[in-house]
């Protein structure tokens, strides 16, 4: 494959140098920055590949600079994996809710780091195609519209707000009418990576899905519970 560029955001010195040292030499290029503020400056100037970013960083922190880049429109699908002493299962959520690819914790293992980076790009390369190939595409069910190109939802021609990965959620659930995915197949396609343990993430989240577009009676029921095994979208 072609030099990729990784775009390291931490602001401890011996942090950024690890990454580069073995980022470089498995055959990545690295581009350092030890704030939020330089991280998406150099986002709009560089052509960046994929982001490392810690969340604890001076100034803007990581889930503001995630935030910036998800609601930028040249950048919004550009990947990221968080990598933060944050450990604890409600940050891991929050990462995660807020549109990040995925979520290592320090210390981490350089193996497993450069495997995960590797993983996100084949995903984030196939998504790519799929969007190319989708660009336009709209799905329309009953009173609901989604526009992936837009990333907008709409119920009854009303705008429906929705967080980065409930429309992943939603839009996957809705192209593919009528087939069950468990829940472990929702977090691997949805959130991108093995989150055993955590399949209650999905409910929430189709919880939330279905307040925000059942929202009463003269609304259907789009995503049903098929039980013992997952969710479908009717």
Not at 13 to 19: Q, R, V
Not at 50 to 68: A, F, T, Y
Not at 74 to 98: M, N, Q, W, Y
Not at 159 to 180: C, D
Request: glycine share 6%.
């Amino acid at each position: 494959m072609n030099m990729k560029t990784v775009l390291a955001v931490d602001d401890e010195e011996h942090i950024l140098e690890l990454l580069t040292y073995n980022l470089e030499r498995d055959g990545f290029r690295v581009i350092q920055a030890d704030s939020g503020e330089t991280a998406l400056e150099l986002i709009d100037k560089e052509k960046i590949d994929i982001v490392l970013l810690d969340w604890m960083l001076p100034g803007i922190d990581g889930i503001e600079v995630l935030r910036r880049i998800r609601a930028g429109k040249p950048h919004r699908t550009l990947p990221v994996i968080f990598l933060t002493a944050k450990g604890d299962e409600i940050s891991k959520v929050v990462g995660l809710e807020v549109g990040s690819d995925d979520y290592l914790v320090k210390p981490f293992g350089v193996h497993e780091l450069l495997a995960r980076i590797k993983a996100v790009l084949r995903r984030s390369e196939a998504s790519f195609e799929t969007d190319e190939a989708e660009k336009e595409e709209k799905i329309v069910i009953d009173y609901l519209e989604l526009n992936r190109s837009r990333r907008t939802v709409t119920v009854r021609g009303e705008a429906v707000e929705l967080s980065y990965k409930e429309f992943e959620l939603l839009y996957l659930l809705a192209k593919n009418r009528g087939i069950v995915f468990t829940r472990d197949n929702l977090l691997e396609k949805v959130w991108g990576y093995d989150y055993i343990g955590e399949t209650r993430t999905v409910d929430v989240h189709v919880s939330n899905l279905r307040k925000k577009i059942e929202q009463d009676e003269s609304h259907p029921i789009y995503i049903k519970t098929v039980r013992g095994m997952g969710y479908k979208f009717a």
